[in-house]
Each structure stands twice: as C-alpha cells, then as structure tokens.
C-alpha cells in the first residue's frame, strides 16, 4: 500500500464512528454464520442485558421469535401496538408469546396526548401514512429502545428494494441493529415453521404474505411478500428502519 492510500484509509477509518466500525467488524465476524450462531452471540455475550427483540407478530415472525425464546425467553420484545393493528394479530400475539414462553413482551402504545393533539379522529393515516407511522410507530420505538444497546429486526434480503443488501449488524443511531435471518428466503422460513410446528398468523392463509395495521394492508399475491402494504402509495417502510433509532 502506497503512504497515500494507507493515509486515505485512516482518514476513511476515522470518518467512522465506533458504533459503525463495531457494525462492520461483527458483519465480517458472522459472514458465514447461521441465524442460531447471531443470536447466541447477540443476546448472551456482546449485547447481553442490553438488547431487545422488536416483533410486529406478523405473517414472518414466528420463526425468530422462537429462535429467540430458544436463546433465552427473558428477552425483552417490543410489539408497537399501533392502535390499528387487526384483532387476528393482538391475539396472535398473545397466543404465539404463551406458546414460545416469552416472559417479557412489551406492548408499546402511541403517547396518549400526541394521539390527542396530531390524530385526534384516528384518520391521520388517509391524510399522511408517513406522519401516521411517525406518530404511531417511529416515537413510541424510540423510546421503549431507551437503555438498549442494540435491537433485533426480522428484516431479510429477499424483501429486496433496501433491505436486498442488508448486512447482519448494522450502526443505526445510538444503536446496533442485529439482522439475524438476512439470508433466509420464504421456504427457509416455511420450513422452520413446518419443523417446529409454529402456528401461522390466521391471516396468512387469507392471502396476507405481509402484515402490519389494518387501514395499510391487503392481500397480495406474486413474488413482492410486501405489495399489499400501502398498496397504491409509493410508502414501502413504515419508518422505523428510516429512522436512526
Ligand atoms: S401502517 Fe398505516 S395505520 Fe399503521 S401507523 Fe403506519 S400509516 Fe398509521
């Protein structure tokens, strides 16, 4: 290496906060890692007591709340109860949290006088989706990750559009998000399902492949698993993943 480019490279290095060189370090770590490998790793040692799981129990998430709960159930899960979510899911939720022995799921509400003052009617979402989800999804996260270190996302590439190159750690605002099952694609996660006997989301088999509140989602059907939510809209993230929490 030239002095040039070993200077380039230390200014590179440097433009890095720590949090993004630990992102990069672990991602090259557990390059050829499996799902179980990550997770052991995140929840009982690099991240121990200071990490959390966030779960829409939607049509995917069985699998890696069970991968989980096998690592050790006491880990904290943020479900961020919208206020608009399916009556299928809320009792998904507690039925799915009973059988995997989840003993902290963490159901996180809007601030009842944010509601009050920006959604006062509960129709934000015809008006502005992205205000909606800010009000209802992106703050109370924020908060409900105060006093973690790093947070659990179900994400995986094969959803494509920016999740295509996900790496499995990721520096993202004060924390570090763990990407567990970026490799898996849908027959991966039908057959751990099938293995483990893990009961779908009641909606899968009314033609939902991807479910979040009900004013934003629909059946869908052909190789996009996330075309039925904001059909119509050019909105494909609710914001969470946008956001640097
Ligand atoms: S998904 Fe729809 S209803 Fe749910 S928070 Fe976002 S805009 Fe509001």
């Given amino acids: ?32 890692s499996d799902a179980r490998e990550i997770l052991n790793h995140a929840i009982a040692e690099e ?19 069970h991968l989980v709960a096998d690592v050790d159930p006491a880990t904290p899960v943020i479900f961020l109860d919208t206020g608009k979510h399916f009556a299928q899911t809320l009792s998904y939720r507690k039925k799915l949290a009973k059988r995997l022995g989840l003993r902290d799921v963490r159901d996180i509400n809007p601030d009842a006088a944010a509601l009050t003052a920006r959604d006062p009617d509960g129709e934000l979402w015809k008006q502005d989706a992205d205000a909606c989800c800010t009000l209802r999804k992106v703050e109370p996260l924020v908060h409900a ?12 590439q094969f959803h494509g559009g ?5 790496p499995a750690f990721e520096a993202s605002g004060a924390h570090i998000k763990v990407n567990p099952l970026i490799r898996w694609t849908k027959s991966d996660i039908d057959a751990y399902a099938a293995a483990n006997s893990l009961e779908a989301h009641p909606l899968v088999d009314q033609g939902y492949p991807s479910i979040g509140c009900w ?10 698993i996330r075309a039925g939510r904001w059909r119509g809209a050019a909105k494909t993230e609710c914001g969470i993943h946008n956001a640097s929490a």
């Fill in 1 to 32: 290496m030239t002095a040039n480019a070993a200077v380039r490279r230390t200014v590179r290095a440097s433009d890095l906060s720590d949090r993004e060189l630990k992102a990069r370090r672990l991602s090259m770590q557990f390059s050829a």
């Fill in 47 to 65: 991240f121990s007591g200071r990490i959390a799981l966030v779960s829409s129990f939607g049509a995917e998430s069985a699998a890696l709340l």
């Fill in 145 to 156: 990750l105060d006093g973690f270190d790093a947070w659990i996302t179900g994400r995986k």
């Fill in 162 to 166: 920016g999740r295509a190159n996900l």
């Fill in 215 to 224: 004013p934003c989602t629909h059946p869908a059907t052909g190789n996009d």
